[in-house]
């Protein structure tokens, strides 16, 4: 059997703070395969962007990665030194960041950094890099490449700018790229072009994706399955079918009923209540028991996963059976 793209075990990632210790990334474990498509979804603060961060060794003090695997076509990453991770960050695995400018380099054009993105991991001409350059922006849909290759990046408009952060994280053809909600500032026309064109390139190239983000209507859409996270950790986890269609988290039923397009015409959006724990007081047990009307005093101890015959994951007691029943 081939290795999957990226297969992560147990990772917990924790920031040593005043207060004490947070739990960002609590004992997360996926597999993504080659040309596959994995939705990570969650409240802010879930912990999903940690999980990005934590697989591509960008955790800095008074942030640890403290246990965990990180297996990158079946090769540890986990233990990376920093000159080992500047030969594979950006090569073989890569990062879409929320805000282009996190990616570009104001002061410098953009043939400058497509070209020093190329050549700092393969050897070849700057001719040839420069061509690797302009293929890259045509595959994203930027219309006349070889103009666009001369303008500085405050030249383009924020969609253009994301295209070439992009084409930038493609450019090397990487195993896995890992995208953290990096169309959440466009507007719908834009987002679903880069989401399309996206989805065309993993399956063409055979790239892995994580798409981090908490719009579940662009999961349904996009991927092929889905983590669900909560409180640092994975409460449900799926394919998109199984989760979307019959969540049996109350929290991933709670996420669906606030969906405002699932809302009946004329009845008050249903919402989950309270507010996302803090990560310093979690404690044991389910983070989500606060806020879960289904809770029961046994949700205070320490849950394990409950896998089904058909994959489908999730971390309750109390899961919801019934498709009708309304949670939170």
């Known amino acids: 059997m081939t290795q999957p793209a990226l297969q992560v075990d147990n990772l917990c990632t924790h920031f040593t703070t005043p207060r004490g210790i947070v739990k960002a990334v609590n004992g997360v474990s996926f597999s993504v395969e080659r040309g596959e498509i994995l939705g990570v979804v969650g409240e802010s603060g879930s912990g999903k962007s940690q999980t990005g961060y934590s697989i591509m060794g960008l955790i800095d003090p008074p942030g640890k990665v403290v246990s965990g695997s990180i297996k990158l076509a079946g ?19 890569s990062m879409i960041f929320q805000d282009p400018m996190m990616t570009l380099n104001p002061v410098l054009r953009i043939d400058t950094q497509m070209v020093e993105a190329v050549l700092a991991h393969r050897p070849m001409s700057r001719r040839a890099a420069l ?17 666009r290759l001369k303008c500085y990046p405050h030249q383009f408009s924020g969609g253009m700018r994301q295209r070439v952060a992009i084409a930038i994280a493609l450019i090397n053809r990487p195993e896995v790229v890992i995208a953290d909600e990096p169309t959440t500032a466009l507007d719908v026309t834009i987002q679903a072009q880069i989401l399309g064109e996206i989805q065309q390139l993993c399956r063409n190239s055979g790239t892995a994706l994580i798409w981090i983000t908490h719009d579940l209507s662009v999961v349904a859409g996009l991927a092929d399955r889905v983590c669900v996270m909560y ?13 979307l269609d019959t969540p049996r988290h109350p929290y991933t039923r709670g996420l669906m009923n606030s969906i405002p397009s699932r809302n009946p015409k004329g009845v008050m959006l249903r919402q989950i209540p309270g507010a996302p724990p803090s990560l310093l007081a979690l404690g044991g047990g389910c983070a989500f028991r606060t806020r879960c009307s289904s809770a029961v005093p046994e949700c205070a101890h320490e849950i394990a996963e409950s896998i089904d015959h058909d994959g489908h994951m999730v971390r309750c007691i109390r899961p919801v059976v019934d498709e009708n029943e309304e949670i939170a």
Not at 231 to 243: L, N
């Open 75 to 93: 090769e540890e990453l986990a233990a990376c030194t920093e000159a080992q991770w500047r030969k594979i960050r950006g090569n073989r695995i």
């Open 131 to 147: 061509d690797e350059a302009r293929m890259a922006l045509a595959q994203v849909g930027i219309p006349a490449p070889d103009e």
């Open 231 to 243: 409180g640092g950790r994975i409460a449900e986890y799926g394919s998109v079918d199984q989760v």
